[in-house]
């Protein structure tokens, strides 16, 4: 999507990835929040896995100021929004995308296979995924060898106050 230019598109993508990695740590939190969202209808996932619901069990792992400028960005009738459907602002807001997109993502998968293993270890079984380290590793190596990610935190903590 972002070699096309569609910004929007992938700020919208990048929002529910956020949204994914919540949940992925409440089911590596505890082994039973997966199977109880499974077995959720809508109005259990309103009271209790709303990003925000997420947020306040979460005890700062998550910032609600991260998640609101995801929204901003992409997945909500905003400016901001509107501006990336124009396909206005320089590189510099696709390279920002290309790693939000990467950042969640890998955030993502640390999260599912820490709820994968606990599931494993709660039940006695073994490590169900061996083969998939592959990805891990490969993570790993992203962040030893690309600073973006430290520049780009730096930037985003000196223009947004915690929340």
Same mark, same amino acid.
């Given at each position: 999507?972002?070699? /096309? @230019?569609?910004?929007?598109?992938?700020?919208?993508?990048?929002?529910?990835?956020? !949204?994914? %990695?919540?949940?992925h740590?409440? *089911?590596?939190?505890?082994?039973? =929040?997966?199977?109880?969202?499974?077995?959720?209808?809508?109005?259990?996932? #309103?009271?209790?896995?709303?990003?925000?619901?997420?947020? %306040?069990?979460? @005890?700062?792992? *998550?910032?609600?100021?991260?998640?609101? =400028?995801?929204? =901003?960005?992409? @997945?909500?009738?905003?400016?901001? &929004?509107?501006? $990336?459907? #124009?396909?206005? &602002? @320089?590189? /510099?807001?696709t =390279?920002?995308?290309?790693? %939000?997109?990467?950042?969640?993502?890998? $955030?993502?998968?640390?999260?599912?296979?820490?709820?994968?293993?606990? $599931?494993?270890?709660?039940?006695?079984w073994?490590?169900?995924?061996? +083969? #998939?380290?592959?990805?891990?590793?490969?993570?790993?190596?992203?962040?030893?060898? +690309?600073? *973006? &990610? !430290?520049?780009? !935190?730096?930037?985003?903590?000196?223009?947004?106050? !915690?929340?």
């Amino acid at each position: 999507m972002l070699d /096309t @230019g569609n910004r929007y598109a992938t700020g919208a993508l990048t929002r529910q990835l956020v !949204e994914v %990695e919540y949940l992925h740590w409440a *089911f590596a939190e505890d082994h039973d =929040e997966a199977a109880a969202w499974l077995r959720s209808n809508r109005d259990d996932r #309103l009271k209790r896995w709303q990003p925000r619901h997420l947020r %306040e069990r979460s @005890g700062g792992r *998550f910032r609600g100021v991260d998640y609101a =400028e995801h929204c =901003e960005h992409g @997945g909500h009738p905003t400016p901001d &929004g509107a501006r $990336s459907l #124009l396909r206005t &602002g @320089g590189p /510099t807001q696709t =390279e920002c995308l290309y790693y %939000e997109l990467a950042h969640h993502g890998a $955030s993502t998968w640390r999260y599912l296979m820490m709820a994968i293993e606990a $599931s494993a270890d709660h039940r006695g079984w073994e490590h169900p995924l061996p +083969d #998939l380290d592959v990805v891990s590793t490969a993570i790993s190596d992203w962040h030893l060898h +690309d600073r *973006f &990610g !430290e520049v780009w !935190e730096t930037i985003a903590a000196s223009r947004t106050p !915690e929340a």
